[in-house]
């Protein structure tokens, strides 16, 4: 999820990977309004909910990955962060599979598969 979350943020600001392959598409996100409020743009909106997105992954990683190397006890301990962990994969994994692309898709599938191994070879 690091990984993902990383390229993602990397992709959210650079290069056309996230933007729309439209130009005038992309220019009329920058002009409309979403229907909440005036005080943002469609793209601005776009960009924030993509980088916001990439630091909650990114997070994740960071969190399970230091708990898995350092505190494992902690994790592996706690019933609670086992399941809020693979609930917070499995609920990406069913975002994947319903609104973006395969290879995202297949990526969080692997994520989710890695956890529940770790998970599975700790408690062994």
């Not at 650079?14 to 598409?25: N, Q, S, Y």
């Not at 505190?71 to 319903?98: E, N, W």
Request: aromatic fraction near 14%.
């Amino acid at each position: 999820m690091l990984s993902l979350g990383s390229l993602h943020l990397v992709y959210t600001f650079f290069g056309p990977k996230l933007r729309p392959r439209d130009p005038e598409l992309e220019g009329r996100m920058k002009v409309v309004h979403p229907g909440i409020t005036r005080q943002t743009t469609m793209w601005k909106a776009w960009v924030g909910f993509n980088a916001s997105h990439s630091l909650g992954c990114m997070l994740f990683g960071l969190l399970y990955g230091y708990l898995a190397l350092v505190q494992p006890a902690v994790l592996f301990g706690s019933t609670v962060l086992g399941m809020v962990g693979g609930a917070f994969l499995l609920g990406f994994v069913a975002l994947g599979k319903a609104y973006w692309f395969s290879t995202s898709f297949r990526g969080l599938v692997l994520a989710s598969i890695l956890y529940g191994g770790g998970f599975a070879a700790a408690l062994a």
